[in-house]
């Protein structure tokens, strides 16, 4: 059962209240003001961190007093940081001061909320399929750090979900399990792909297959615990050498197994300056829907840290390309683009 654990660094006071959100991952950790750590401190709180960050895939930090500034050099701690300039064409800017905060809110420009028209409404739907950050780059996401910059009223929804894929693939049928091994299958991931698939009426007319797909194997071992996990999500658009019925036959029962509601966190938010911290080679995440769609702001802006494990390229080239919109040829990007803006 989930409990409350304590670690204490030897060398300090400092001290991580660590309370288990779900049996086999999550964890909450309130005591520790992320924005006020010296060099010295947060090395040693990473240190008390290892064993969790191994068992719990997520950690949630309540109320950390992080602002943009703060949250984007705390991030800077974790690795090199994703940005996103591919989005912003056109001389685009974001709406904020640093390129490294992806934007995860619901609002535009003047800071009013989206209508269900706006062409970003319709980009963000496919954030609520179960998803791994970044997986259709060449070079995949290892942490995400999302921070809650504006809240709606509470009660209103907006949670952020979390699935342990690590556990899911302990837990498959045996056969199943025995497959997966042996096939070694290597997935096919696409950005345009999840956009369609949430909301296939506003992209009818873009097609993943014109685009690049970034190949990663399914099945992999999670270097820092040594657990294997089941590598997914949203934007695998198909499983190679597979006939297309049987590639989503075959996801789809993946992505049902590892999603059932017994695997699966809902993590709510409460103050802002809230930082859930999820790893994204151990879990999988999707964005809540609820009452404040539509009415009230929910602004998350999230940082992206380049993997920097050995699979962390899969079985792609190594060059800086990610798939941004950057064609002013196709329509389909030109939607793409009026989306992001
Ligand atoms: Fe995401």
Redesign the pocket.
């Known amino acids: 059962m989930p409990g409350i654990l304590q670690q204490q660094s030897p060398e300090t006071t400092l001290q991580l209240d660590i309370k288990e959100l779900h049996p086999t991952f999550g964890a909450e950790i309130d005591n520790v003001k992320l924005a006020d750590l010296s060099d010295d401190d947060f090395k040693r709180v990473l240190e008390l961190m290892a064993k969790a960050w191994l068992q719990h895939g997520f950690l949630v930090f309540r109320n950390t007093g992080l602002t943009d500034t703060t949250h984007v050099e705390f991030s800077r701690r974790f690795g090199d940081l994703d940005d996103i300039r591919p989005y912003m064409t056109g001389g685009r800017k974001p709406r904020y001061d640093y390129y490294e905060l992806f934007d995860?809110g619901n609002v535009d420009g003047e800071g009013a909320v989206l209508g269900p028209d706006n062409p970003r409404s319709h980009y963000g739907k496919g954030?609520a399929f179960f998803?791994v950050?970044s997986s259709f780059n060449p070079r995949r996401a290892s942490y995400?750090l999302l921070r809650a910059a504006k809240l709606p009223p509470p009660n209103t929804g907006g949670n952020t979900e979390f699935a342990d894929s690590r556990t899911a693939f302990d837990t498959l049928p045996e056969d199943l399990k025995h497959r997966l091994l042996e096939k070694d299958y290597v997935g096919a991931h696409s950005l345009h792909s999840s956009r369609k698939r949430g909301s296939p009426s506003f992209f009818a007319d873009l097609h993943p297959e014109d685009f690049p797909m970034h190949r990663h194997h399914i099945v992999q071992t999670h270097e820092a615990s040594g657990r294997t996990n089941l590598y997914m999500g949203a934007h695998l658009h198909h499983i190679e050498g597979l006939p297309e019925t049987e590639s989503w036959q075959l996801l789809w029962s993946l992505m049902g197994w590892a999603t059932r509601p017994e695997n699966t966190v809902s993590v709510d938010w409460r103050s802002e300056g809230d930082l859930i911290i999820w790893d994204n080679t151990a879990v999988m995440?999707?964005?809540g829907g609820g009452a404040f769609e539509g009415k009230y702001v929910r602004d998350l802006r999230?940082t992206t840290v380049h993997d920097a494990s050995s699979t962390a390229w899969g079985l792609n080239e190594k060059k800086d390309t990610r798939p941004g919109f950057n064609s002013a040829e196709k329509p389909a990007d030109r939607k793409l683009q009026a989306a992001v803006t």
Do not use: E, T
């Open positions: 995860a954030n998803h950050d995400s995440h999707r964005a999230r």
